[in-house]
């Protein structure tokens, strides 16, 4: 045991050491995880440049090989040995490709601008998952689609616009394809984080989805004669057409009405069980009980001379007063045949 010991004492501080290191290393990976998730659309927006420098770069050697084979092309006129319009082909190829140039360019510029933007974003971004760009990318992903689905799922809706939801529309066809595409690219719950490169597809898709929604709203409602949409989905100028407005509003008061009118005698029929329990109205009482009460004979009357002497006149029954309340009726059951004893 003595060896063990000493060699306890004299290693005992590699505990301590691999438990600090593996705390600096679970820092490292979690600081370098947040960082990547705080910093992903400046990267898209820095890997969209490059890609914008490549394809002006492309586009400029595209320019000049038009115009090298323009050039070609007047030296072959000019020997005799070219086509009639090999020139004009190749001043049009030229043309095109300056444009092209002259639009890559641009495109640069956008990007260039675009990642001052992100930068700018990243120092003032506020603490929070909610605010990561990739959250607030699939906030806006999700704000279109609802804006959609409004149009599938609410009756008045898809009645005034069926445009929207007619994939032989241009314009709607347009749409879902741009969703379909967004929704490839969307990140999966089990997959948090995108690289660079899948944020700038998934945000350009995002973007597209956006636009097409704007057009095929638009074209919807030219359509239906409503108008201009507003930015929440709503008409600028006051809603649906006059003609499906007040039919939607006629449908929807008769709605009410006879539903109101149902639960009024659902009521009235409740109050009726009620009183009927209350007073034990015969009428209450079941078919049987009512057919043994009609073939039952009526009672005999008890004498007027029981309980008195004879040759005494019978006292005459109290009369009830004219202002006084009814007394209350009784519970009646219904009478069966008693068995009576013959004259005999």
Known sequence: MEPLFAFAAELWWLGPAAIAGAAASFAGLRYGRRRRARTLEYAGARHELTVARSRLQAARARAKAAQAALLVAKSDRQSGRGAPGEVEAARTAVGDAQREARAAHTALRGRRVQVKAARALLRGMPRGDEHLPLARLVAEHDAVVARWMAYETD???????????????????????????????????????????????????VTEVETAFRVAEAAAWRAAGAGTPGPDGGDARGGLPPLLRGAWNGFLEGTRAVAASAAAAAAEAARDAVWRAANRDPGAEGPAASAARAGAPEEAAPPASRGTAAGQPAEAAPQPDAGAAPPPSSPRRPTWPVPRRSAE
């Open 155 to 205: 009756p008045a809706k898809a009645i005034a616009f069926p445009t929207m939801s007619d994939a032989h529309v241009p314009a709607t066809a347009t749409l879902l394809t741009a969703m379909d595409r967004a929704w490839w690219l969307r990140p999966r719950p089990g997959r948090p984080t995108l690289t660079p490169e899948e944020f700038a597809r998934y945000r350009a898709a």
